[in-house]
């Protein structure tokens, strides 16, 4: 009912930025979208939360991630971003976008995020 198609993943260097994308779309228009947000997990991890934000357009980050990430949507709520930046060899991880809609919970494929040099 709701599919997630995550981009932007990539190698980049220590101190580097990028910025995830994740287009959601609906089989029927009265799926209403609640939360968008990012996890994530690293080899040998759970996955854990990154940053969400409400459909009143209220954010909450990960201690590890604050002032570093910014979540944001377009003007349509289809889609979310996450703008990493100064990123940190330990922010190398799979990213999962997440909606969390009327009709249930919905995960993206993931996208590869490895910082290193």
């Known amino acids: 009912q709701v599919q997630l198609v995550e981009s932007g993943g990539d190698w980049v260097q220590p101190g580097g930025s990028l910025r995830l994308s994740c287009a959601a779309s609906?089989?029927?228009?009265?799926?209403?979208?609640?939360?968008m947000g990012w996890y994530r997990q690293a080899p040998g991890k759970q996955r854990e939360f990154v940053a969400i934000i409400t459909d009143s357009g209220n954010t909450n980050y990960a201690n590890s991630v604050k002032g570093r990430f910014t979540i944001s949507t377009d003007n349509t709520r289809n889609t979310v971003y996450l703008q990493m930046n100064s990123l940190k060899p330990e922010d190398t991880a799979v990213y999962y976008c997440?909606?969390?809609?009327?009709?249930?919970?919905?995960w993206g494929q993931g996208t590869q995020v490895t910082v290193s040099s």
């Open positions: 997440n909606v969390g809609a009327s009709t249930d919970s919905y």
């Open positions: 609906r089989s029927a228009k009265n799926i209403n979208f609640y939360t």
